[in-house]
Structures are given as structure tokens and as C-alpha cells.
């Protein structure tokens, strides 16, 4: 996996194996990525890759002024969050609401990235 700025239309981007191919995928489109065993679903705004990847490797390959994790099965784009209630993150794309939980271990942080944002 790796991070690049794409020099056409100067959007980051990231490339993922995905179908037995790789694919780019832009930054700006990724609303949540979530832990599935050994592979992650990153869901966009297209759609959604499975690839062969730990948390801890998306994290590192994603900017973390962007990109929080807010549980232990998931990374937010700070960028897509529409509200924060209790211990659950709304993020509204353009046809869908999808909550996304807040783990006790990871709310100082996330509270801290949003108000960073």
C-alpha cells in the first residue's frame, strides 16, 4: 500500500490490492475503513475494496490529519463526519447514513482530532 499525490488532478491517493489488481483510491472519497479478520473494507463514496492489510498498516500509510481511528475495527475520515452522539459517529454520504462506534480506548484521541479538524 502505498500513499502518492496523483500530479494530474493533485488529489492523495492511495493503492490498494483489490480483485487481484491495484487500484487507486482517493483520499477525499474514503469515508470509514473498517477491520474484517485479516483483511480491512474500506468503503468510499463509490464503493467498497477489501484488501489483505492489518489497522495498524492503514494507519500508518493514511495522513493522520485526515484519518483517526475511532475503535478498534475502524478509521474515520474526519472530513466526513456529520455528528457525534454518545459513543457513535454519524457520517452521512451523499444516499447513506452509516454509524460508526467510538471505543472507550479511542475517544480522548478522536475528540481531540475532531476539534483539531
Known sequence: MRTDTNS???????LIKANY????VNLDEILFIK???????IK?????YITLSTMKEMVASLPDSIFVRS????IVNLDKVSAVKG???EIKD???RF???IGRAYKKEFKASLNAA
Open 87 to 89: 459513543s457513535t459517529i
Open 8 to 14: 494530474g488532478s493533485g488529489k492523495e491517493r492511495i
Open 71 to 74: 475503535h478498534r475495527s475502524f
Open 99 to 101: 454509524s460508526v462506534p
Open 44 to 48: 468510499t463514496t463509490t464503493g467498497k
Open 94 to 96: 451523499s444516499e447513506m
Open 35 to 41: 477491520a474484517l479478520s485479516d483483511y480491512v473494507i
Open 21 to 24: 489488481q491495484l487500484v487507486p
